[in-house]
């Protein structure tokens, strides 16, 4: 398919652990966004790439939280020695132009984060 | 603070109505105004994006309006089906990139 996937979907930690969540966005887009979803709740932003650029990480909640994209292409959103209150589902989406004006971001079915 | 609200929280209609699916945001300095749709377990799906400088836009039996000077835009679903059953979200678009959600609209439509 061409849109954007996530892996793993479904990922259970203990707390402590450290995990790497995955993201492929849509061959050619250039912009990338990761967003976190608490239950009940709707999207925050976390962070954002333009290609390889982490442009802004103003909504990664603590230093614990890294995401890179080192290529342009995929992203991985690491969290180390995660807590509880890090459950939640993470979602990652690209956008095919820097302009969000008219332009709209298709999203992946995101990785749920269970952190016992 | 940026904020997104959306009124009501859940609704349950049975088939065939129409419904308007209200959200408020309180920074009228917005680039996009974007309606979304998520069903369980899943990601979201654009449903409709309006300019600032446009008024409404239209797909199929949804219609989504923007009043950016009152803060307000309203998604109305006409003859709604069981499988318009989802939460709707609504969200702010604003130039640095940034993206306001509401919480969401958890919609059932009852066959």
């Known amino acids: 398919g061409a849109g954007v996937s996530q892996s793993p979907r479904y990922k259970v930690a203990k707390r402590g652990q450290d995990v790497a969540l995955r993201c492929d966005p849509i061959?050619?887009?250039?912009?990338l966004f990761w967003y976190q979803q608490a239950l009940g709740q709707g999207p925050e932003f976390l962070t954002y790439f333009q290609n390889e650029a982490q442009l802004d990480k103003s909504g990664l909640p603590s230093d614990r939280f890294f995401a890179e994209r080192p290529e342009g292409s995929v992203s991985t959103l690491k969290i180390q020695r995660t807590q509880q209150e890090d459950s939640a589902v993470y979602l990652c989406?690209?956008?095919?132009?820097?302009?969000?004006?008219?332009?709209?971001?298709?999203f992946g079915p995101g990785t749920r984060l269970t952190v016992l | 603070k940026q904020e997104v609200t959306q009124i009501p929280a859940a609704l349950s209609v049975p088939e065939g109505e129409n419904l308007v699916l209200n959200c408020s945001f309180t920074?009228?300095?917005?680039?996009?105004l974007q309606w979304f749709r998520q069903d369980p377990g899943k990601g979201l799906t654009s449903l409709l994006l309006?300019?600032?400088?446009?008024r409404e836009q239209t797909s199929g039996r949804l219609n989504a309006s923007l009043d950016k000077s009152s803060g307000r835009s309203t998604l109305y679903i006409a003859a709604s089906q069981p499988g318009d059953s989802a939460t709707y979200l609504c969200?702010?678009?604003?130039?640095?990139?940034?993206?306001?959600f509401g919480k969401g609209t958890r919609l059932h439509i009852l066959p």
């Open positions: 920074d009228s300095a917005i680039y996009n």
């Open positions: 309006i300019q600032s400088s446009q």
């Open positions: 989406a690209s956008r095919r132009e820097v302009d969000s004006r008219g332009n709209t971001q298709y």
């Open positions: 061959s050619g887009h250039v912009s």
């Open positions: 969200a702010a678009v604003y130039r640095d990139d940034k993206i306001i």
